[in-house]
């Protein structure tokens, strides 16, 4: 079924609507935000070539995986040069952020670039439409308004309501072409930002909804994905990861996302992978959680009673085995669930972490993760 909802359109196949952005923007040049190999892979460059000229856009694709200040630098220099008046990102998390970051950046003054990414000073809104077509099943970033950037090896998140995009298709058919590794890892990120998303101080009853519809979706065709390419449970993957988004983009995320930026940043673990490092033990630990350790105002029955449902979601029969349980179904998607073997952490970052980690930046974990916790968390006897 494709359904046209505002300036949203979902279905398998409807990427090849993209067209209709001339009718509701008319745009006179384009910047065209893309993966590289992927964007041919997933087949958008061909239904781009049958909609556009190439004089009616300027692509950027000139960056790494993992946004950063300078790549978007370069991106925000190139679409000035060029005279912009809509942004097109068809792409993962990272290319859909590049392509926030150059609308955040686009009337900045280049000196103040680094402030506005680290969030010491406001953007300011250039009022040019933003269209994101994901071509992955995982961040959500087309639902969100905010932009993941790192400068050097630090992580940080611009949060602007200009940066929620102003139109997006939805179509699972641009997720075929991705491993089966990507897909999985994808899918873990939009698994794990269900469930921070679900179970954050900052949750709501409608980021919930969105949350655990999301977790429904993705534990019924994930691994259908990783073998097939059925249709439906390609576009039901793509729309669980959209609701992901919507979850985080009320709720933001918890510890396993604080944790995971430090693998990805100084070990490459990519984003969903890193997530999941740390997610099996945090969930644990939050089923063990109690009144004196509790963090979210409402008290520990509603955090209780939200760990119930997710468990039940999730097929955890036996809590007291939580840990193990989820890491056999990582194993059973493929992918590695120990940091050590992963490459993701040395003995000497196993001693400091807990010294490390800022625990101001946990502020929205459902139970307050101590020094004895974080120990756990990265296995330090
Ligand atoms: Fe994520």
Redesign the pocket.
């Known amino acids: 079924m494709n359904t046209d909802i505002k300036n949203h359109i979902v279905g398998f196949g409807t990427f090849d609507q993209i067209g209709k952005i001339n009718a509701q923007f008319a745009p006179k040049k384009i910047m065209l935000v893309t993966g590289r190999g992927s964007y041919a892979a997933c087949g958008a460059k061909e239904i781009i070539g049958n909609n556009f000229s190439p004089n009616e856009y300027i692509q950027f694709n000139d960056f790494e995986i993992n946004p950063k200040l300078s790549d978007a630098q370069r991106g925000t220099e190139l679409a000035r040069a060029n005279n912009i008046d809509l942004i097109l990102a068809i792409g993962g ?1 990272s290319v859909i952020d590049i392509a926030k970051l150059i609308k955040a950046l686009y009337t900045a003054n280049p000196n103040k670039a680094e402030s506005i990414a680290r969030g010491e000073t406001a953007m300011s809104d250039p009022n040019i439409p933003l269209v994101a077509v994901p071509t992955t099943a ?3 970033s087309e639902a969100t308004h905010f932009a993941v950037v790192y400068i050097g090896k630090d992580k940080f998140s611009l949060a602007d309501q200009a940066l929620l995009p102003n139109m997006t298709i939805l179509d699972g058919k641009l997720l075929q072409s991705a491993s089966a590794y990507q897909k999985a890892i994808n899918g873990l ?2 698994l ?2 269900s469930i921070e998303g679900c179970w954050a101080v900052g949750s709501t009853d409608e980021s919930q909804a969105y949350g655990f519809k999301g977790i429904e979706l993705l534990m019924t065709n994930l691994s259908k994905i990783l073998t097939t390419n059925d249709e439906e449970s390609l576009q039901n993957v793509m729309l669980a990861s959209n609701l992901a988004g919507k979850t ?1 983009n009320i709720s933001k ?1 918890t510890a396993a ?1 604080a944790f ?1 930026y430090a693998f990805t940043g100084y070990h490459d673990v990519p ?2 992978h890193a ?1 999941w490092l740390t997610l099996p033990e945090i969930f644990a630990i939050h089923l063990e959680g109690n009144c004196e350790t509790v963090n979210d105002p409402r008290g520990l029955e509603h955090v209780s009673s939200t760990l119930r449902h997710l468990t039940k979601l999730l097929g955890i029969q036996n809590t007291q085995t939580t840990g193990d349980f989820l890491r056999k179904f990582l194993v059973r998607l493929g992918v590695e669930p120990d940091m050590q073997k992963m490459g993701a952490i040395t003995n000497e970052q196993r001693s400091f972490i807990p010294l490390q980690v800022n625990l101001q930046r946990l502020d929205n974990n459902p139970f307050i993760l101590g020094k004895k916790e974080i120990s756990r968390i990265f296995s330090i006897s």
Request: aromatic content about 0%; overall charge negative.
């Open positions: 998390g995982g961040s959500g990120d939009a794990a930002q985080i995320t996302h995971s984003h969903g997530v």
